[in-house]
């Protein structure tokens, strides 16, 4: 199964990258299941 991101991924630059990030971690914390694909690699085989 191929998985294509939203086009309008590919204007996100470092520091929308990092409010992502913020505001992931606060959704998070909230108790929302997050898959982190803001920064970094993900923590799991793809």
């Known amino acids: 199964m ?3 991101a ?3 991924m590919s204007r996100l ?3 929308s ?3 992502v990030l913020q ?3 606060m ?3 909230q ?3 997050i898959i982190h694909f803001e920064i970094g690699e ?3 085989d793809t």
């Open 13 to 15: 630059k470092a520091e």
């Open 6 to 8: 939203a086009e309008r």
């Open 31 to 33: 108790g929302f299941n």
């Open 23 to 25: 505001k992931a971690k």
């Open 2 to 4: 191929k998985h294509i």
């Open 27 to 29: 959704l998070e914390k």
């Open 42 to 44: 993900p923590d799991f």
């Open 17 to 19: 990258a990092f409010f």
